[in-house]
């Protein structure tokens, strides 16, 4: 626990250089080749996991219908990725204010086996209290990362512990359930708030793109 908080405390320091993604955003992966993926999300309506949520609540998509909604996978003993995704959200949403009133939230943890919904309430109580944070059994794991279209793995380390490859981006949907884009890691803060206003505003104010959703699945330090 000291080991992981001194991890989130330390946000400032030792930010790795990012690759630019197109389309969907950032993946982790330890591979040194580039994957190209076109897939999308599958839009919230149609998803069939079912979470817990880090007060021990059930959530399931049906409970984010008619609501904008942004997710994160990640793991509360990621040393750089995830708290500085989740430091980066928490300063859109102070940005964003009453705008997110109705902005859905979420990290899902990739970590079961670690993250359970005590652990993850301890780890969010450092970030914006809107974020909630989803666990469940390694099948729901996968069920939603499935969903989500979301990589993840679990990575053997020399000492006997392990850690996490999994994607780096934040996803938005509409409150229509439909995928809007993609926020990659670390992205200036100029660039990630209009996509999330682009989530928030009712589809016929929203301008839609022909484009072929596409994005490379390139190393980034965890």
């Not at 301890?122 to 469940?136: A, M, N, V």
Request: proline share 9%; with cysteine; net charge negative.
């Amino acid at each position: 626990m000291l080991k992981r908080r001194s991890v989130v405390l330390g946000l400032g320091s030792g930010i790795g250089a990012v690759s630019f993604m197109l389309g969907l955003g950032a993946w982790r992966t330890h591979s040194s080749q580039p994957v190209v993926n076109a897939t999308r999300p599958v839009p919230i309506g149609r998803m069939g996991w079912s979470l817990i949520d880090h007060h021990g609540q059930p959530v399931q998509p049906d409970d984010w219908s008619g609501r904008p909604i942004m997710v994160f996978f990640g793991f509360t003993w990621c040393p750089e990725v995830c708290p500085t995704t989740l430091s980066d959200i928490s300063g859109w949403l102070e940005e964003l204010g009453p705008e997110a009133e109705h902005l859905v939230v979420a990290l899902v943890s990739v970590d079961p086996e670690r993250d359970t919904p005590e652990v993850l309430a301890d780890y969010l109580s450092y970030f914006d209290p809107r974020i909630i944070g989803l666990t469940g059994s390694a099948e729901q794991i996968s069920k939603a990362a499935a969903d989500f279209r979301v990589f993840y793995r679990k990575v053997p380390l020399d000492d006997g512990d392990y850690t996490m490859d999994h994607s780096a981006g934040v996803f938005l949907f509409h409150p229509n359930g439909h995928f809007v884009s993609t926020i990659d890691f670390h992205e200036d803060r100029r660039f990630a708030v209009p996509k999330i206003r682009r989530a928030l505003k009712p589809v016929e104010e929203r301008s839609t793109c022909p484009c072929p959703a596409v994005f490379y699945l390139s190393p980034l330090p965890l």
